[in-house]
């Protein structure tokens, strides 16, 4: 299906397009640095990341012409296929997937290795939006709510049986966008009130944590006796159900930490809650990455002038540690500006999204940036350790053709909806 004008760059956003540019191209710049080697001569040599890398970003930019040539009611159309396409391609990862780092996540293809979980969010984010933009869907109703709950937790499910439980939790806050469209605002109270539990259990284990959640429901259901005795009459069967909920989801924990996550992911964990100190081993890698960081001072040591950097002191600094490269060549006031770009392009995504007249386009632009949003919150998170280690990239920074990839076409197949809005009814 082909646009309706010939121009295909007709109606764009170039400011988006603009950050997409600012983007891979420091994305490059800080691969080329992290790898880089004194007396090394720029060549686009394919051994080298780099140079991969910018094959990459070349084969990018045909992905965004072939995109803006593609009619926008395509995406629509045909966005349950490449759902089913994509999860089809998560399940042929537990038969033909090559296991890098313990994890089943990859294609691999000679020298060329392939990770579907990031085309899955594309597929995800279409699929998700052309449900909710259907007639007669209502959030508020379980069977819709069950229905979309399924689109995103088929994918995280699939992913986390590789297991990559880091990749598959950006599908777990595809949430907020139910929210935004009218889930109820409990399920964000719930889902909150879990993840604390979770790691309040972790941290001082299940007896303090029951003897907490104990306090704090009784405190809450005493306030609405207080204040409205028949309100507490109508529901304090639901007072018990939420006793016996939270005191099994608190015994849970304990399994589920020791049976579903492996020992890499609890040792992060331990870490970070400060059960334990290992900058040796299982943490070394964010211990080097904060030194690296905190080097850069306030401006940083220059472009190729990172010691650290230069000395490998960051494994793999290319890939999911490349904003340690950036805080010690640029210093806090280059960290700062990367940072800030990546919030005003989630701005301008947003508002790209409230000017949408379709639902199915609305929907896209708010999955879009929830995606971008916690991608680039987590993996800066993750390299000046105020979270866990979960292996996820920097969009359009951290190395890799899958991930500039997913992200390049997340990014432009909105660029594409947004071009012909103005035929949007």
Do not use: C
């Not at 979770?198 to 959640?213: A, D, E, K, N, P």
């Not at 950036?326 to 806090?332: N, R, S, Y």
């Amino acid at each position: 299906m082909r646009r309706r004008n010939n121009n295909i760059f007709k109606g764009v956003d170039w400011i988006l397009i603009l950050f997409y540019m600012i983007f891979v191209f420091l994305g490059w710049l800080s691969i080329y640095a992290a790898t880089y080697t004194e007396g090394q001569v720029l060549t686009f040599n394919l051994a080298t990341s780099y140079g991969k890398q910018a094959f990459f970003i070349g084969f990018s930019l045909l992905l965004i012409l072939l995109i803006l040539l593609i009619d926008r009611q395509f995406y629509e159309k045909y966005s349950g296929v490449f759902y089913i396409i994509s999860m089809l391609s998560l399940v042929g990862l537990f038969i033909f997937g090559k296991n890098i780092n313990g994890a089943s996540s990859w294609y691999s293809f000679g020298n060329f290795s392939l990770q579907p979980s990031e085309f899955a969010k594309v597929a995800t984010a279409m699929a998700l939006a052309n449900y909710l933009s259907e007639r007669g869907i209502d959030l508020k109703k379980l069977p819709i709510q069950m229905r979309a709950f399924g689109i995103i937790f088929l994918p995280a499910l699939l992913i986390t049986l590789q297991p990559d439980p880091g990749s598959a939790l950006v599908y777990i806050f595809l949430f907020f966008v139910l929210y935004r469209f009218g889930l109820p605002q409990y399920y964000l109270i719930i889902g909150f009130l879990a993840i604390i539990l979770f790691i309040l259990t972790l941290y001082v284990g299940y007896f303090y944590t029951m003897l907490f959640s104990f306090v704090l429901i009784s405190a809450f259901f005493l306030y609405i006796y207080k204040y409205n005795k028949l309100l507490f009459r109508r529901n304090w069967m639901r007072l018990i159900v939420i006793y016996i909920v939270s005191g099994l989801f608190i015994f849970s924990v304990d399994y589920i930490y020791n049976n579903v996550f492996e020992q890499r992911h609890r040792d992060r964990f331990d870490i970070l809650l400060g059960k334990k100190t290992d900058s040796k081993g299982i943490g070394y890698n964010t211990s080097q990455s904060i030194m690296t960081i905190a080097s850069g001072g306030f401006t940083g040591k220059g472009f190729l002038q990172g010691d650290r950097t230069q000395g490998d002191f960051v494994p793999e600094q290319q890939t999911d540690y490349i904003f340690s490269t950036i805080g010690e060549e640029w210093g806090f006031l280059g960290s700062f500006f990367v940072v800030m770009l990546f919030v005003l392009f989630t701005t301008r995504i947003l508002y790209i999204a409230e000017r949408q007249k379709s639902k199915f386009s609305k929907v896209y632009a708010y999955t879009v940036a929830t995606i971008f949003f916690f991608h680039y919150t987590i993996n800066i998170g993750m390299v000046i350790g105020l979270l866990p280690t979960i292996g996820i990239p920097l969009p359009f920074f951290s190395y890799g053709g899958s991930s500039l990839w997913g992200f390049t076409l997340l990014l432009f197949i909105l660029i594409r909806l947004d071009a012909d809005r103005i035929y949007e009814w």
